[in-house]
């Protein structure tokens, strides 16, 4: 054996790190800084932040307001005493750079938003001190800790105050590329471990070790206890379910392999938002690996790097990048939007179309705002913080409060602190300072959340312990005490962060407020940003459903008056053409060079193989109903175009020739030139050559006579295919033909419950479950151009209709497939006992034949 392979473990060093904790990089007071704020000499960090701070209280004009004044000297205490002067001001120079380089970012996010000293800067835009924010919830005096090593400073990165930010979906890549070249070699995107959960691998393995169905597994699955909609482990489960533990004892091999296999890792990832920075080189530090895009990452998770490194959490947003391109058109800077400006509040207090509005947008979250009805900010940020699984419970008592000032209270003692929540202990912010008037310090008062929140079994009898000593030092009711702990203990699993929820609820009010006063430049901001959802299709068809009950027209594209992306066209809105499916963005050149009148048909064919455009994306324009160049069927069109695309360079010609006798119907003209001879005499189209175009053109003669059976129907298809939406006729139009008395689902939600209804839909997507008592039912998330809806068909005493439902259409519908619906309306939902799957048939490529 060759002696580099038999002394392979010598050619590595020992790497010997030392542990002490994360070193920050060095921030330097630039040239230019000092220039912009005229420093004329050289000052201390500390003194530069000052200067930053001094700046944002006279523009804030908190100058003669002492409670301002106090709390910055104590938070600049804090800060430079716990070393972390320096990451507060890398963190400014991120933000510095955005604001230079006009890259918009959001008004703050978590813990950070309760800094008053971040909120002065720049970095966050929500008054902590307005809002009752604690800056002792982002920096706590006690829990973090610094050590000085041979004269350097380490900070412990387990208790680092962290500052996240959110960034322009669209720009997040110019920050990262500016930290990487200011950071060389000392920054990688961060490594993350997803492992195998209990309810994942018992699902995988009963499918796999004992063959069980999909359905089955998904029913055996759904017996799995949730606390807080987080999935017990299966240990718990097999003991607190008996159904899931009958099961498992039917199928104890699956079970026991299943123990053995959950929280082992499933595979690597890299974090969505986090990004690493070392005062070293990296590699001194941490080991890194390339990702799939050949990015460098850690090749230690989060847990690990950030002991020895900087973490710093840049989001991409894309609510951050819509706000910013409407108050561009409005020129309107967000920071002059009131968000407790009344129209937004008059909106969300009668919210029916949420689509846009951040958070609000959610399912959870637009139902809970609908109960309570928010009639400022501070309630608001109530509706984010209650849309979570733990806090759902208290919704009714917490709008109860907002929709007529009932309040419920726990002690006298805290009715001050939960006044604004209506009794409902609702944030660990309101933790704190019930442990505050107790008697703990605030610092002290966020240990006890934290060790509680974490459940440190250890720690938590210690502090329950000093709870009630606290209570009795002061002479205060044994029972506060118990009623305090007990809130303490409860809570852990729902209180909420208020300076994370108050930041984003922020630009929930902004979004709201955008929308309601400036609808059309909103969303046409939205359709904007469609080409970078995962599926822009589907993104606008849920903004051209909301469209109209702001009186705004969404335009076909058109090759004439469409420009490249979406646009305002008077009180409307025209399609832009590069968001038709199929059109991508190398073809953004060859559009612009095809893009003009056409004096006909012949001229905007030759006219699109000038331009470089294919067959399949000049099909796709005249589908769509962009390119309106013969007064022919579009089907017909697109038939004509390939058949020309089939003609050489000297058929073309004398197609032109005959254009005006044939009204440029090039199959006739075709047909024509078989019986013509040129100057020469000699035929134009030989009939070997006709045999040829004929062969070729044969298939596309076919997918036009098959569209052509219901043109209406297939200009829908191509329509909702490749737009999103329809600008021709909607489906309820085309079906009534077949049978009378079709609703629109938008119609249906309006009526009373029980009324029959009829009406067609596209299925989104259709499962077969099981209820709780095991009987099987089909769930259908259905759509038409005005709404998405739930359709349910039972089996029971009225009739088997979930049975018929599969002997009809022999299965369960499936994605995409187009169904009559007949049954009742019952709340949001139609109890169907008819779906019946129609069989239109529309081909859209030549493999269709085939099939």
């Given at each position: 054996?060759?002696?580099?392979?038999?002394?392979?473990?010598?050619?590595?060093?020992?790497?010997?790190?030392?542990?002490?904790?994360?070193?920050?990089?060095?921030?330097?007071?630039?040239?230019?800084?000092?220039?912009?704020?005229?420093?004329?000499?050289?000052?201390?960090n500390l003194d530069f932040l000052k200067i930053l701070c001094e700046d944002g209280i006279n523009k804030h004009k908190f100058f003669t307001d002492e409670n301002y004044?106090?709390?910055?000297?104590?938070?600049?205490?804090?800060?430079?005493?716990?070393?972390?002067?320096?990451?507060?001001?890398?963190?400014?120079?991120?933000?510095?750079?955005?604001?230079?380089?006009?890259?918009?970012?959001?008004?703050?996010?978590?813990?950070?938003?309760?800094?008053?000293?971040l909120f002065l800067i720049g970095v966050t835009k929500i008054d902590p001190v307005k809002y009752d924010l604690y800056f002792e919830r982002f920096v706590s005096k006690i829990r973090a800790k610094k050590k000085i090593v041979n004269g350097v400073t380490y900070l412990d990165g387990s208790l680092m105050a962290d500052v996240d930010i959110d960034l322009c979906f669209y720009r997040r890549q110019e920050v990262l590329k500016y930290l990487e070249k200011k950071f060389k070699g000392k920054t990688a995107k961060i490594l993350t471990l997803n492992t195998l959960s209990g309810k994942l691998v018992i699902k995988e393995c009963g499918k796999i070790v004992s063959q069980k169905d999909e359905s089955?597994?998904?029913?055996?699955?759904?017996?799995?206890?949730?606390?807080?909609?987080?999935?017990?482990?299966?240990?718990?489960?097999?003991?607190?379910?008996?159904?899931?533990?009958?099961?498992?004892?039917?199928?104890?091999?699956?079970?026991?392999?299943?123990?053995?296999?959950?929280?082992?890792?499933?595979?690597?990832?890299?974090?969505?938002?986090?990004?690493l920075l070392s005062f070293e080189e990296l590699n001194e530090s941490c080991p890194t690996e390339l990702d799939s895009s050949k990015n460098e990452t850690s090749s230690f998770d989060m847990e690990w790097v950030s002991l020895l490194n900087v973490k710093l959490d840049l989001l991409g947003l894309r609510s951050v990048s819509v706000v910013d391109r409407v108050c561009k058109m409005i020129e309107k800077k967000i920071e002059d939007i009131d968000v407790n400006d009344s129209s937004i509040y008059i909106t969300l207090q009668n919210l029916k179309y949420p689509h846009g509005l951040f958070q609000i947008e959610a399912e959870t979250n637009f139902k809970v705002c609908q109960k309570v009805k928010p009639r400022n900010l501070e309630e608001l940020s109530g509706v984010l913080a209650l849309a979570r699984p733990g806090a759902l419970q208290f919704v009714e008592q917490y709008s109860k409060y907002t929709n007529s000032d009932a309040k419920e209270s726990i002690h006298p003692f805290f009715d001050d602190i939960l006044q604004k929540t209506g009794g409902v202990c609702l944030y660990q912010e309101q933790l704190m300072k019930m442990a505050h008037k107790i008697g703990f310090s605030l610092d002290e008062a966020e240990i006890i959340r934290r060790v509680v929140g974490k459940k440190k079994v250890d720690e938590v009898e210690s502090w329950k312990d000093k709870v009630f000593k606290k209570i009795k030092d002061n002479n205060l009711d044994l029972e506060i005490a118990e009623i305090f702990w007990k809130i303490l203990q409860d809570s852990s699993n729902y209180s909420f962060n208020k300076s994370h929820s108050a930041a984003y609820a922020g630009l929930a009010a902004v979004t709201t407020y955008l929308k309601t006063n400036y609808p059309k430049e909103f969303f046409l901001a939205l359709l904007q940003m469609t080409k970078h959802e995962p599926d822009p299709i589907n993104e606008i068809s849920k903004i051209e459903r909301e469209l109209k009950h702001f009186g705004i027209k969404l335009l076909p594209p058109d090759l004439i008056k469409s420009k490249l992306d979406f646009s305002l066209e008077g009180p409307d809105i025209r399609f832009g053409l590069l968001s038709i499916k199929g059109v991508s963005d190398k073809s953004i050149e060859k559009i612009l060079n095809f893009k003009r009148d056409y004096s006909s048909k012949f001229a905007a064919f030759e006219s699109a193989k000038a331009a470089g455009l294919t067959i399949g994306i000049l099909s796709a324009l005249i589908?769509?109903?962009?390119?309106?160049?013969?007064?022919?069927?579009?089907?017909?069109?697109?038939?004509?175009?390939?058949?020309?695309?089939?003609?050489?360079?000297?058929?073309?010609?004398?197609?032109?020739?005959?254009?005006?006798?044939?009204?440029?119907?090039?199959v006739k003209i075709v047909k024509k030139l078989c019986d013509f001879t040129d100057e020469k005499g000699k035929k134009v189209i030989k009939e070997s050559r006709l045999a040829t175009i004929k062969n070729k053109s044969e298939p596309y003669k076919k997918i036009y006579e098959q569209n052509n059976k219901n043109e209406n129907f297939a200009n829908w298809f191509y329509e909702n295919k490749l737009l999103g939406y329809t600008h021709g006729k909607?489906?309820?139009?085309?079906?009534?033909?077949?049978?009378?008395?079709?609703?629109?689902?938008?119609?249906?939600?309006?009526?009373?419950?029980?009324?029959?209804?009829?009406?067609?839909?596209?299925?989104?997507?259709?499962?077969?479950?099981?209820?709780?008592?095991?009987?099987?039912?089909?769930?259908?998330?259905?759509?038409?151009?005005?709404?998405?809806?739930?359709?349910?068909?039972?089996?029971?005493?009225?009739?088997?209709?979930?049975?018929?439902?599969?002997?009809?259409?022999?299965?369960?519908?499936?994605?995409?497939?187009?169904?009559?619906?007949?049954?009742?309306?019952k709340e949001d939902?139609?109890?169907?006992?008819?779906?019946?799957?129609?069989?239109?048939?529309?081909?859209?490529?030549?493999?269709?034949?085939?099939?």
């Amino acid at each position: 054996m060759d002696d580099k392979y038999m002394n392979f473990s010598d050619q590595f060093s020992l790497l010997e790190l030392p542990m002490h904790g994360v070193r920050l990089p060095k921030f330097n007071i630039s040239n230019d800084y000092k220039n912009r704020f005229g420093i004329k000499s050289d000052i201390s960090n500390l003194d530069f932040l000052k200067i930053l701070c001094e700046d944002g209280i006279n523009k804030h004009k908190f100058f003669t307001d002492e409670n301002y004044c106090k709390r910055l000297a104590s938070e600049l205490s804090v800060l430079d005493e716990l070393g972390f002067v320096d990451y507060i001001l890398l963190v400014w120079e991120v933000l510095d750079f955005c604001k230079t380089n006009d890259i918009p970012t959001g008004l703050g996010r978590g813990s950070a938003a309760g800094s008053l000293v971040l909120f002065l800067i720049g970095v966050t835009k929500i008054d902590p001190v307005k809002y009752d924010l604690y800056f002792e919830r982002f920096v706590s005096k006690i829990r973090a800790k610094k050590k000085i090593v041979n004269g350097v400073t380490y900070l412990d990165g387990s208790l680092m105050a962290d500052v996240d930010i959110d960034l322009c979906f669209y720009r997040r890549q110019e920050v990262l590329k500016y930290l990487e070249k200011k950071f060389k070699g000392k920054t990688a995107k961060i490594l993350t471990l997803n492992t195998l959960s209990g309810k994942l691998v018992i699902k995988e393995c009963g499918k796999i070790v004992s063959q069980k169905d999909e359905s089955e597994m998904n029913f055996v699955t759904d017996k799995i206890p949730k606390v807080f909609g987080q999935n017990k482990d299966i240990e718990e489960a097999y003991n607190e379910s008996p159904s899931f533990k009958e099961w498992c004892d039917k199928n104890k091999k699956v079970y026991q392999i299943a123990k053995k296999l959950r929280g082992l890792i499933k595979n690597k990832g890299v974090h969505a938002s986090g990004m690493l920075l070392s005062f070293e080189e990296l590699n001194e530090s941490c080991p890194t690996e390339l990702d799939s895009s050949k990015n460098e990452t850690s090749s230690f998770d989060m847990e690990w790097v950030s002991l020895l490194n900087v973490k710093l959490d840049l989001l991409g947003l894309r609510s951050v990048s819509v706000v910013d391109r409407v108050c561009k058109m409005i020129e309107k800077k967000i920071e002059d939007i009131d968000v407790n400006d009344s129209s937004i509040y008059i909106t969300l207090q009668n919210l029916k179309y949420p689509h846009g509005l951040f958070q609000i947008e959610a399912e959870t979250n637009f139902k809970v705002c609908q109960k309570v009805k928010p009639r400022n900010l501070e309630e608001l940020s109530g509706v984010l913080a209650l849309a979570r699984p733990g806090a759902l419970q208290f919704v009714e008592q917490y709008s109860k409060y907002t929709n007529s000032d009932a309040k419920e209270s726990i002690h006298p003692f805290f009715d001050d602190i939960l006044q604004k929540t209506g009794g409902v202990c609702l944030y660990q912010e309101q933790l704190m300072k019930m442990a505050h008037k107790i008697g703990f310090s605030l610092d002290e008062a966020e240990i006890i959340r934290r060790v509680v929140g974490k459940k440190k079994v250890d720690e938590v009898e210690s502090w329950k312990d000093k709870v009630f000593k606290k209570i009795k030092d002061n002479n205060l009711d044994l029972e506060i005490a118990e009623i305090f702990w007990k809130i303490l203990q409860d809570s852990s699993n729902y209180s909420f962060n208020k300076s994370h929820s108050a930041a984003y609820a922020g630009l929930a009010a902004v979004t709201t407020y955008l929308k309601t006063n400036y609808p059309k430049e909103f969303f046409l901001a939205l359709l904007q940003m469609t080409k970078h959802e995962p599926d822009p299709i589907n993104e606008i068809s849920k903004i051209e459903r909301e469209l109209k009950h702001f009186g705004i027209k969404l335009l076909p594209p058109d090759l004439i008056k469409s420009k490249l992306d979406f646009s305002l066209e008077g009180p409307d809105i025209r399609f832009g053409l590069l968001s038709i499916k199929g059109v991508s963005d190398k073809s953004i050149e060859k559009i612009l060079n095809f893009k003009r009148d056409y004096s006909s048909k012949f001229a905007a064919f030759e006219s699109a193989k000038a331009a470089g455009l294919t067959i399949g994306i000049l099909s796709a324009l005249i589908q769509a109903g962009a390119l309106n160049i013969s007064d022919k069927s579009r089907a017909y069109t697109v038939y004509e175009a390939q058949l020309w695309n089939l003609l050489t360079e000297k058929e073309k010609k004398f197609c032109v020739n005959f254009g005006k006798e044939f009204e440029e119907n090039i199959v006739k003209i075709v047909k024509k030139l078989c019986d013509f001879t040129d100057e020469k005499g000699k035929k134009v189209i030989k009939e070997s050559r006709l045999a040829t175009i004929k062969n070729k053109s044969e298939p596309y003669k076919k997918i036009y006579e098959q569209n052509n059976k219901n043109e209406n129907f297939a200009n829908w298809f191509y329509e909702n295919k490749l737009l999103g939406y329809t600008h021709g006729k909607k489906l309820k139009d085309i079906f009534s033909e077949k049978r009378d008395g079709l609703m629109l689902l938008d119609d249906i939600s309006s009526l009373p419950d029980n009324m029959e209804v009829a009406c067609v839909v596209t299925i989104e997507s259709c499962n077969l479950k099981k209820s709780k008592k095991g009987a099987e039912y089909i769930h259908i998330e259905a759509k038409d151009e005005t709404q998405l809806k739930k359709i349910l068909v039972f089996n029971g005493k009225k009739g088997d209709f979930a049975k018929n439902c599969i002997e009809l259409n022999n299965g369960l519908p499936e994605e995409g497939q187009i169904c009559i619906v007949i049954g009742r309306k019952k709340e949001d939902c139609i109890f169907a006992e008819i779906v019946a799957v129609q069989n239109n048939k529309i081909y859209t490529k030549l493999a269709d034949l085939k099939e």
